[in-house]
């Protein structure tokens, strides 16, 4: 194992980074956690079992999108070699524990969250979370229960996120009742923001094309390229639950999703689940959008609500289409009032659109 400093500065010498004192300025902490987590257990004795060295704090990063929280956590992650160590969204995350708890209900455990937390502790030392958030009640009222689970079973625990703690689930339904977790944050991780003017998303997107047509192996190779610099490594599927059902993105990393225009207009979705989408992604790249008409009017009528739900969230959206988006749509019930979503694909194609 490495210290990150040592590798954070071969990077800068290798030239895949440039020196920022906001990154700079937090290395130490990520290296004491990785001393601690390498300590040797400690002796207790002749006779005696020795024993894991005290699990240390825990880092809470947050700040500004874009400034390289997550490519921080994600370098911390990779540099730990052998220890057990777990690097997920958290919103991806909070997903399996719900599944788990619904398999432990069918199976007539009373604590159905108990034996899911059990589990979690056992299986890894470290758990990183990339952007923390929460915004739904069901993960309100059991995330406080969970993490004093783990952190009691000696669980460290990296988040990054966009918010401070206290703005967690802020103006939430029965937020009281969420408040001790928010104490429990500060009491087990180190809070640390990170204050930098650069927003290295933003700025390779800088000069960027974020709208290429028509669809060929050329404009496919470019999304992808877009897709690798963005996303900054191997991705998960994000799967949204949205009153019982279930949205799938194929792919996502650091808040950048990747789907085809089949994966979230071809199937029967609406504006719930477009919200959801909305709210869970802050760039998403959208593949291969067909020609529109008659022919395909109900795919045609998704992509205008996905548009405006995108729009309305200052989501980024980077996407290969058959046409221009004026000539998207040019025939069939419905043209007419496509011309509003085709203004309003191309005001998002503008440098500064967005909340990347």
């Known amino acids: 194992m490495t210290d990150l400093q040592t590798l954070y500065k071969a990077k800068i010498d290798a030239n895949t980074l440039r020196t920022d004192p906001a990154q700079e300025a937090v290395l130490p902490e990520f290296d004491r956690i990785g001393t601690a987590l390498k300590a040797p257990p400690v002796k207790r004795g002749l006779f005696r079992r020795n024993t894991p060295s005290p699990a240390p704090k825990g880092l809470y990063l947050w700040g500004g999108v874009g400034r390289g929280k997550s490519m921080l956590m994600d370098l911390f992650v990779d540099s730990l070699g052998g220890i057990p160590a777990r690097r997920v969204h958290f919103h991806a995350f909070m997903q399996e524990i719900h599944a788990k708890m619904h398999e432990a209900r069918q199976n007539n455990i009373e604590d159905a969250l108990a034996p899911v937390a059990k589990e979690v502790a056992q299986s890894v030392r470290l758990l990183a979370f990339d952007e923390m958030q929460i915004t739904d009640i069901t993960d309100a009222m059991i995330v406080g229960r969970l993490f004093e689970a783990l952190f009691a079973a000696g669980v460290t625990v990296i988040t990054t996120s966009n918010r401070v703690p206290d703005d967690l689930y802020k103006d939430g339904l029965n937020r009281q009742l969420f408040l001790p977790f928010i104490d429990l944050i500060k009491d087990k991780m180190e809070v640390w ?8 998303r933003q700025d390779r997107l800088t000069g960027s094309d ?3 047509t ?3 192996a050329t404009t496919r190779q470019q999304l992808s390229d877009i897709w690798s610099d963005l996303s900054g490594g191997p991705a998960e599927p994000l799967i949204l639950e949205v009153k019982g059902r279930e949205v799938t993105l194929p792919a996502f990393r650091n808040g950048v999703a990747r789907a085809s225009f089949f994966d979230l207009c071809g199937k029967m979705l609406g504006p719930g689940d477009y919200l959801a989408v909305a709210d869970a ?11 529109l008409s008659r022919s395909n009017f109900n795919e045609a009528k998704r992509f205008v609500t996905l548009i405006d739900a995108l729009y309305e969230a200052k989501v980024r959206l980077i996407c290969s289409a058959a046409a ?3 000539f998207l749509y040019v025939e069939g019930d419905g043209a007419f009032e496509f011309e509003r979503t085709a203004s309003r694909l191309r005001e998002m194609q503008d440098r500064d659109w967005g909340r990347l």
């Open 210 to 212: 974020v709208y290429f």
């Open 214 to 216: 028509p669809i060929n």
């Open 193 to 200: 923001e990170m204050i930098s003017p650069t927003d290295y």
């Open 281 to 291: 992604v802050k760039v998403l790249i959208l593949e291969d959008i067909p020609q």
């Open 324 to 326: 221009a988006p004026e």
